[in-house]
Every structure is written in structure tokens, then in C-alpha cells.
């Protein structure tokens, strides 16, 4: 298995929800990311993890909270979400930190309402 | 800090044709650098990384060209084709810190049957 998966694909929510989205791979890898993309813009940096533990935060506000349970899955949980905050929120995974390539998945499509 | 630039923004070609999409970054003190192809609403997809003491990749009608000395990298796409039309992104891996990318803006490339 050499992709990384996410699910949902798309996913609406209001100012008041709590959900999650989640972000899965088998590659064994042991670095996964969290990356915002706006519109015609580049995905930007929020979350790094490494062997499960939080290595980079990217000053993203608290009501992002991610979460990696274990090597294979990253969660990030979303809470009194702003419109603004509607992107297509990617995951990736990378062997290690040193490692170069990142692979990523298909996206999740966040709209705030 | 660093800065990655492409140009240009948006590339309109007849299929057949032979074209080059241009990156540039600002600090040339890089591990690598990753080409990257982005189809609307989609995830990202690696096309070809080249390392810092590499001069260039080959991967079927896609060669990059890596320029470490001036900051500079561009992607060649041979015989263009309709189902090349997507988004294309560069990315950068600073040499030092973490495997944090930085990414340009992207070139969006529609190729017209």
C-alpha cells in the first residue's frame, strides 16, 4: 500500500460543530503533516509529527487540534470553526524527518458555514 | 526566509507543444527540491525531486533542472497532451530543520486538445 488516505472527501460543518478529520497510510512511515490550502493558493504548513509526537506547530489557532494515535493515522479535530476557514485540508507522510519525499493524500474539502 | 516564486501563473499551450515552467527561490541553501502536480479539488502528486548536488531528473516526457548556485529549477514537459493540464507546484526542502517545504504559488497549465 503506498497511498495515504482521507477521509471524508468533502465535509460541511457549522461555527458551532465538533468533527474530525482523519488522515490514514501503510507505508510505515513515522512523519505525518497537516497542510491548509486556500483556493489558488499553496498548501501552507499547520502540524508536523514525528514517531507520534508533535514536532512543528505552525502558530495555528487552538481550535485546530491534532491528534496522532498511532504511525498509521493523524487526526486533526476541528471546533467553533470560522467561514475563513473553509480550504482543502491535506495530509502527508514522509518516512522520517530527514527523509525526503512527501507523499500526500487526496484532501478534505472543509467548508464552514 | 525563504521564497519560492513561479512563472508564469497560468500557461495556456496547443497539444504538441514542447514547454518549460519556471521556479525560483530566494536562499540557496537547499536539500531538495520537489516537483509536484496538483488536479483541481485534488491531492498533490510527486513528479520528480531533485537533490541539492543533482543537476536534473528524468521521468517519461518530464525532465526538471535543478540550478542550486543561481536558485533556480525549471520543469520541461515534452509533446504536451490535454490530460496534462493541472496545476503544477514546486517545492523546496531547506537544508537544515526538519522536512519543512516550502511551496511557489504553482503554474496552472491547460493544454488544448
Known amino acids: 500500500d503506498t497511498e495515504v488516505t482521507q477521509t471524508p472527501k468533502h465535509l460541511v460543518m457549522g461555527m458551532t460543530n465538533k468533527k474530525s478529520l482523519k488522515c490514514e497510510q501503510h507505508?510505515?512511515?513515522?512523519?505525518m503533516y497537516w497542510y491548509k490550502q486556500k483556493a489558488k493558493k499553496p498548501p501552507e504548513l499547520m502540524f508536523v509529527y514525528s514517531y507520534e509526537k508533535l514536532s512543528i506547530n505552525e502558530s495555528v489557532p487552538s481550535r485546530f487540534s491534532p491528534e496522532c494515535p498511532n504511525s498509521s493515522l493523524l487526526n486533526l479535530h476541528l471546533h467553533a470553526l470560522q467561514p475563513e476557514d473553509s480550504a482543502l485540508y491535506l495530509c502527508a507522510s514522509s518516512q522520517d524527518l530527514d527523509h525526503e519525499e512527501q507523499f500526500f493524500g487526496p484532501g478534505t474539502r472543509l467548508t464552514v458555514l | 526566509k525563504q521564497e519560492v516564486t513561479q512563472i508564469p501563473a497560468a500557461l495556456s499551450v496547443p497539444e504538441g507543444e514542447n514547454l518549460v515552467l519556471n521556479c525560483s527561490f530566494t536562499d540557496s541553501a537547499i536539500y531538495n527540491l520537489q516537483w509536484f502536480r496538483q488536479d483541481p479539488g485534488k491531492g498533490l502528486t510527486s513528479l520528480l525531486l531533485?537533490?541539492?548536488?543533482?543537476r536534473e531528473q528524468t521521468s517519461g516526457r518530464l525532465n526538471a533542472s535543478l540550478d542550486k548556485s543561481s536558485g533556480r529549477s525549471t520543469l520541461y514537459i515534452a509533446a504536451s497532451q490535454p490530460g496534462d493540464s493541472a496545476t503544477y507546484l514546486c517545492?523546496?526542502?531547506?537544508?537544515?530543520?526538519?522536512?519543512?517545504?516550502?511551496f511557489g504559488g504553482g503554474t496552472r497549465l491547460m493544454v488544448k486538445p
Open positions: 531533485i537533490q541539492s548536488s543533482q
Open positions: 517545492a523546496v526542502k531547506k537544508a537544515q530543520g526538519g522536512n519543512m517545504l516550502t
Open positions: 507505508m510505515g512511515h513515522r512523519a
